[in-house]
């Protein structure tokens, strides 16, 4: 069993910056997929970066160059850290683990991050 806990979500002026953590809980190990989802009011939730167990990562297009993921194994804690936030930005954004080798999922309990002048 994993549990993930997020952190560090709030509301930020455009062109701001914040940064997300998730710290799990559990066996985290094999290949797997570790990441942030968001989901804004009225849409479907999208993906937002991952890094993978092998430390490939890919982001989606709409926060290339603005977003990074990290990830500190010792801790297994991954971060986002999300610069030059646009209104458009404005969601729950949820913390992910995917395990391959049985497709299961383990989400956060989601953290707003509001970007509001």
């Known amino acids: 069993q994993v549990q993930l806990v997020e952190s560090g979500g709030g509301s930020v002026q455009p062109g701001g910056s914040l940064r997300l953590s998730c710290a799990a809980s559990g066996s985290i190990f094999g290949a797997y997929a570790m990441g942030w989802y968001r989901q804004a009011p009225g849409k479907q939730r999208e993906l937002v970066a991952r890094?993978?167990?092998?430390?490939?990562?890919n982001y989606a297009d709409f926060v290339k160059g603005r977003f990074t993921i990290s990830r500190d194994n010792a801790n297994n804690t991954v971060y986002l850290q999300m610069n030059s936030l646009k209104p458009e930005d404005t969601a729950v954004y949820y913390c992910n683990v995917r395990f391959f080798l049985n497709n299961k999922d383990y989400w956060g309990q989601g953290t707003q991050v509001t970007v509001s002048s």
């Open positions: 890094i993978f167990s092998g430390g490939t990562t």
